[in-house]
């Protein structure tokens, strides 16, 4: 471990840090997608990610959650470096993320799709499944009665059979918010959990969200376009425009803050590329 | 009458045991090798091309370990699965992180190899035109000599006493033990893809990242099936080699893949049962067309068995594409 990142392992600790992104990068070929970004978001907050479209939101929770691999930075999760490591690897540690375009698996049961999501389940390894089947069975049984008080919550229920292809849109966005819940998080990373889900489904979630922050104490980290959203329900607000976090802070100190409303009204697309001309020239890459 | 029409069809091998027992043997040989085929590409969306090549690793070992090392025959079984695994990990690992498209074409280059090196490492294996001769003796008995004293047990014990003693019934011993491996695989793999380990392999199937933010490492679990995969093609391999009492390299030509895939396709995808329907199906229709009698050279007339069977896999892709005991939603529910 380097000096630095073990500095910041120690001011992650010191200010409860449950995620700090530091200098992150990430480009694909000429294209800088995530251009030296840094934040932090508080453990036990609802925190918001917002920014213009293609201002690499999705590329940093790619990125944060080992999907991709990050050129240069350093990114902490609960204290311990989770930069470049394997994707299953930061999601036994804690932290599960949603995607944008939904991942319900439509040819298993809505059932099966939750219980696959059982985390330290010792019939998922064939060693433990034939030294262990009684553990096996208690696992399964326990994941069971878990998803079936989330698919309640989530009002799908009545779905648990039918396969997952013949939810609509919303219901394969809840099947996956509450397949994400179904790991125990401590952490979660929603892409876009609102859009497409109708308005009552929408406040249900938003208050599951707040149930579990409040409750358990799990930390979420979200993108969402819906400014409403953000205002209302959430602690910490990040910005992001072409690749850099622009703004953080509280939502009533962003929606104040003169270079948001530039990036979300004040630039027009030739500004734009002004203005990645201009960090490009000034090596600011 | 009869014999005025153009095409005509003796029905008397319908009660021919011999016959039947023979076409059994075969289904049963490549019922095994296709229940792999089904693990990786049913269930864990691993598109092996290479099942051939596991086929012939489990054959030649077992062979070469009995005959030219002297290991006792029920010994080199279990050496020989070990080194057929030992083959999946070293293309799995190389491989497996590929695409699935690029992961085929790995895998009949593998398959190839091994052929290649069967066919040009004479002193070994037989060679190109020879094949190894496993009837030699060795201190421990014989490779098919061993399979033999078993078959004599068995139609004194369990076949003589309820009167299957006739000649044609001689290989019924083989079909007997071919069938109780394939349908005891049948039924563990069914247990096992049911299982929560299953369950992780199904979902790598559908969605390999969903499956990897949820904390599975997918790597891990393709390997594992393909290993699997190898295991049940290197016991084909020896089913292979005592039905055929030699083996040659032409008999792990990627044809044999194919043939794999298309008792898959009849089957049905996604269901163990399915291979055993479609294995049955296949080599019955393979077999069966000997006896048509038609009006074309005995060459066309092998040719003519594959071109009928392509034809019932595109009827059946058109009027059936689940196969006979697939599930639909498995096939058309996407994303």
């Known amino acids: ?285 | 009458m009869i014999e005025s029409l153009p095409i005509a069809f003796s029905f008397d091998f319908l009660s021919a045991w011999d016959f039947w027992i023979g076409v059994g043997i075969l289904a049963g040989i490549y019922g095994i090798f296709a229940l792999g085929l089904q693990l990786n590409v049913g269930f864990t969306g691993v598109l092996n091309f290479g099942q051939a090549g596991f086929m012939a690793v489990g054959a030649y070992s077992s062979i070469i370990l009995t005959v030219e090392v002297g290991l006792p025959f029920y010994l080199s079984l279990p050496l020989s699965a070990g080194i057929t695994i030992i083959a999946a990990l070293i293309i799995g690992m190389s491989s497996l992180r590929l695409r699935a498209d690029y992961f085929s074409i790995a895998t009949i280059a593998f398959s190839e190899i091994i052929r290649d090196i069967a066919q040009n490492s004479r002193g070994l294996t037989g060679g190109n035109q020879g094949t190894i001769d496993i009837e030699l003796s060795n201190d421990n008995g014989f490779y098919t000599d061993t399979w033999y004293d078993a078959s004599d047990w068995i139609q004194a014990n369990l076949l003589d006493p309820i009167g299957l003693s006739d000649s044609q019934f001689s290989d019924l011993p083989l079909f007997l033990v071919i069938w109780t491996v394939l349908c005891l695989s049948a039924f563990a793999l069914n247990r096992l893809i049911r299982s929560p380990w299953g369950r992780v392999l199904r979902a790598i199937r559908e969605d390999e990242d969903a499956a990897r933010a949820l904390g599975k490492n997918a790597f891990s679990y393709k390997l594992q099936s393909l290993c699997i995969a190898a295991v049940l093609g290197a016991v084909s391999g020896w089913f292979l080699a005592i039905n055929l009492e030699s083996v040659s390299q032409d008999s792990f030509e990627p044809l044999y893949t194919f043939l794999g895939f298309a008792a898959l396709i009849l089957g049905g995808l996604a269901s163990f049962g399915g291979v055993l329907i479609g294995a049955t199906l296949l080599w019955v229709l393979l077999e069966g067309m000997r006896f048509a009698d038609l009006p074309f050279s005995d060459d066309k007339d092998a040719a003519l068995r594959f071109v009928l069977v392509g034809l019932i896999l595109i009827l059946l892709m058109a009027f059936r594409p689940q196969g006979i005991a697939g599930k639909k939603e498995e096939m058309v529910l996407g994303d």
């Open chain 1, 1 to 285: 471990m380097t000096d630095a990142a073990g500095a910041l392992e120690a001011q992650s600790h010191q200010k409860q840090q449950a995620l700090v992104i530091r200098d992150v990068y990430k480009s694909f070929g000429g294209i800088h997608a995530v251009n030296g970004a840094t934040f932090s978001v508080r453990d036990g907050s609802i925190t918001a990610l917002i920014g213009p479209n293609g201002a690499g939101k999705t590329t940093l929770f790619n990125l944060v959650t080992g999907f991709y691999k990050p050129d240069a930075g350093a990114i902490t999760y609960d204290e311990r470096s989770i930069f470049r490591k394997a994707p299953y690897t930061i999601a036994r540690r804690g932290m599960v993320r949603t995607f944008q375009i939904t991942k319900a698996l439509s040819a298993m049961p809505v059932m099966d799709n939750m219980l696959l999501a059982t985390s330290k389940h010792p019939g998922e390894h064939l060693p433990t499944l034939f030294a262990r089947p009684l553990a096996s069975r208690a696992r399964e049984k326990d994941a069971v009665e878990r998803a079936n008080e989330l698919l309640d919550t989530f009002n799908l229920r009545a779905k648990a059979d039918d396969y997952a292809g013949t939810l609509s849109g919303g219901q394969r966005k809840l099947l996956e918010l509450a397949r994400a819940l179904m790991t125990e998080p401590r952490m979660v990373l929603l892409d876009e959990p609102m859009a497409g889900i109708n308005p009552t489904l929408g406040r249900r979630l938003l208050e599951h969200m707040e149930r579990l922050r409040t409750e358990e104490g799990v930390t979420f980290l979200f993108v969402e376009h819906d400014m409403d959203v953000v205002m209302n329900h959430s602690d910490e607000v990040v910005v992001m425009a072409l690749g850099k976090v622009i703004a953080q802070g509280s939502p009533e100190h962003v929606r104040g803050d003169q270079k948001v409303i530039d990036a979300y009204l004040g630039m027009d697309e030739a500004q734009a590329e002004e203005l990645a001309k201009a960090q490009e020239l000034r090596g600011d890459e």
